[in-house]
């Protein structure tokens, strides 16, 4: 039995940003990203998330980058545009500028730093979603944003507003994952916000992952929630465990150091990262290399 198909489909890179060798956003590489990501079999793309460098790219240039992916995407797949802020009013405005570029969907983060209650969470995003037509996925990482949202306020919005259709989850609390999978409402997909957690999530009844390593491996990526989908529950566990050591290595630092760096050992440079992010080291560079040899991702 394959599950049916969500409407963002299961596979879906938080590309990375190209930059210049003087840091500047190159759009060029942004369009021959987004179709080597499409040609590799992503289902859809999240522009400018975390590991597209987003507290690093203002308001303009993420604008650029929306237009730039909407265009070279041609209408393949769906663009979600991260427009996530801590502030609610911002977000709210941010979100209507995007919409104007062409985007499909938008992804907004759990607010950071200001450390609402639950019930400031539920505001937020209820206050967004009555402001916007377009479909909104979250975004939970309390690793990132200090607080978690709970399964029954990810509940509450989910069954509240029905332009809140997904979350990407990356508390890592299975027994959270797995409530909001037990009561959320039909039409709704939990996507896995951790490539090493999407066999397990997937088994749980997640649709599928919103992925680092789909950067630098979407084939492969796409492969194993292909198996998961149509439950070939032993080869989905092989498949995962295969591509385990790199789906662990590229957070040995801070990311996105090491998928761009891993992008530039396959070939497929798309330059460096912006400060207070550093390069990789070549230690880091040298160690992540063998790696990829043992996945069969370089020869």
Known sequence: MTQSQPRFGRMIPAMVTPFDQAGELDL????????????????????????????????????????????????????????????????VSFARDAAACGVDAFMCVVPYYNKPPQEGLYAHFKTIADAVELPIVLYNIPGRCVINM??????????????????????????QIQAIIDGMPADFDVYSGDDAATYEIMRRGGSGVISTLGNVA?????ELCELCAAHDWDAARAASEALMPIMEGLFATANPILVKEALALAGFPVGGVR??????????????????????LID
Request: proline share 5%.
């Open 150 to 175: 709970t399964a029954e306020t990810t509940l509450r919005l989910a069954h509240d507003c029905d332009s809140i259709v997904a979350i990407k989850e990356a508390s890592g609390n299975m027994d």
């Open 218 to 222: 979407p084939e492969r990526m796409h």
């Open 275 to 296: 400060l207070p992010l550093v390069d990789a080291t070549p230690e880091q560079s040298a160690t992540l290399q063998a790696i990829m040899r043992a996945c069969a």
């Open 28 to 91: 060029a590489r942004v369009e021959q990203l987004v179709d080597r990501l499409i040609v590799g079999g992503s289902d859809a793309l999240v522009i400018n998330g975390t590991t597209g460098e987003s507290p690093t790219v203002f308001y303009p240039q993420k604008i650029e980058l929306f237009r730039t992916a909407v265009d070279a995407a041609g209408g393949r797949v769906p663009i979600i545009a991260n427009v996530g802020d801590n502030c609610t009013a911002d977000t």
